[in-house]
């Protein structure tokens, strides 16, 4: 077996040796090697035998390197990844939103990042390459880089704290939106990102009126939109409409309201994605800290995401920066093979 698998693979090699050792001149006769098939008399003709088979070489080499390829002999990777999967913003498994988390030695071209994304089809897929004592932090939906996204940052910190072994209390991340950092306090990751107050947004766009079963009481808009509605039961009752909302110009749109047991809740729902409603969205809470805290006059605030799947967040106003903590819990630990 050892030896046809072995002959199998020098095979696509044979048109170019046969090419690579043509002799250069004579004539068409003795002493004169053409490829079987070969009939590029016009070629001979006008550029001469030497141009001729040079021509004939190159024509090999490229058959040849497809052929490698098609055999997986040349691969753009060669290379074994390790990918864990957790559960961020929960104590418990299968809640909280999952995240897929790859450390990396050295960036992957941006490409396969969004492949892998792709294929993973969670909300986030989350790379970083340490460099020194920070680490370097990029995020992806299945379609998507993005700027910025809170979930999978918390499980990026909980791979690095608990199975990486991080010796010191924080992390400090570097990313497109600037400095983040994570602080571990006993089972509690708290991130630490820019505050993001939203805007008063003039309610005139026909795809959002059109989008949802139940009207705000406020629009508002950061990187995303944000529907204010009376109470709790609204929001858990709001029912989006993808062929109008996938019209609007938006990463997301966040619907919240004051909450029962927690200072406010909120869903958040994606247009133009497989995710759909995202689970729990630390990002989102850029944006509704500082809101809720000017609204509740209170900086320290307790936060659930309503979704399916459920998350709890503690958070805290801190000005220019937002304070978001939850909890984490491992799902899968596998290999990726590129």
């Known amino acids: 077996?050892?030896?046809?698998?072995?002959?199998?693979?020098?095979?696509?090699?044979?048109?170019?040796?046969?090419?690579?050792?043509?002799?250069?001149?004579?004539?068409?006769?003795?002493?004169?090697?053409?490829?079987?098939?070969?009939?590029?008399k016009v070629t001979e003709h006008i550029f001469g035998h030497r141009?001729?088979?040079?021509?004939i070489l190159f024509y090999h080499l490229l058959i040849s390197y497809i052929q490698l390829i098609s055999l997986r002999i040349l691969k753009p990777l060669d290379m074994n990844l390790t990918i864990y999967q957790v559960d961020a913003f929960t104590d418990?498994?299968?809640?909280?939103?999952?995240?897929?988390?790859?450390?990396?030695?050295?960036?992957?071209?941006?490409?396969i990042m969004q492949k892998l994304a792709n294929e993973n089809n969670l909300s986030e897929t989350v790379f970083f390459v340490r460099?020194?004592?920070?680490?370097?932090?990029?995020?992806f939906t299945p379609e998507l880089e993005i700027d910025l996204a809170g979930h999978p940052t918390l499980a990026a910190a909980f791979v690095i704290f608990n199975i990486l072994h991080h010796?010191?209390?924080?992390?400090?991340?570097?990313?497109?939106?600037?400095?983040?950092?994570?602080?571990?306090?006993?089972?509690?990751?708290?991130?630490?990102?820019?505050?993001?107050?939203?805007?008063?947004?003039?309610h005139h766009e026909l795809a959002l009126i059109?989008?949802?079963?139940?009207?705000?009481?406020?629009?508002?808009k950061s990187r995303d939109f944000v529907l204010v509605y009376k109470n709790e039961a609204e929001v858990k009752k709001f029912i989006p409409d993808y062929e109008w909302?996938?019209?609007?110009?938006?990463?997301?749109?966040?619907?919240?309201?004051?909450?029962?047991?927690?200072?406010?809740?909120?869903r958040f729902f994606v247009p133009n994605s497989v995710i759909g409603e995202d689970p729990v969205t630390g990002s989102a809470h850029a944006t509704l800290i500082p809101y809720w805290s000017k609204v509740l006059n209170k900086k320290t605030l307790f936060a659930k995401q309503v979704s399916r799947r459920g998350g709890q967040l503690w958070c805290e106003d801190k000005g220019e920066r937002v304070a978001i903590a939850g909890k984490a819990v491992l799902y899968m630990k596998g290999e990726y093979f590129l």
């Open 1 to 40: 077996m050892g030896q046809k698998r072995q002959a199998t693979h020098i095979a696509p090699l044979q048109p170019l040796i046969l090419a690579a050792f043509l002799p250069w001149g004579g004539s068409a006769g003795a002493g004169r090697v053409r490829p079987a098939g070969c009939k590029c």
């Open 51 to 55: 141009f001729y088979h040079l021509f």
């Open 92 to 111: 418990q498994l299968f809640g909280g939103n999952p995240a897929a988390v790859c450390p990396l030695t050295k960036w992957l071209p941006t490409e």
């Open 131 to 139: 460099e020194g004592e920070h680490y370097n932090i990029r995020w």
């Open 167 to 202: 010796e010191l209390p924080s992390i400090h991340f570097r990313s497109k939106s600037g400095s983040l950092y994570v602080h571990k306090k006993e089972d509690l990751f708290e991130l630490d990102f820019p505050s993001r107050m939203p805007q008063p947004h003039p």
């Open 210 to 220: 059109e989008g949802i079963n139940i009207q705000p009481q406020e629009v508002l």
């Open 245 to 266: 909302l996938n019209k609007l110009d938006t990463l997301g749109i966040i619907v919240t309201a004051p909450g029962n047991d927690s200072d406010f809740v909120s």
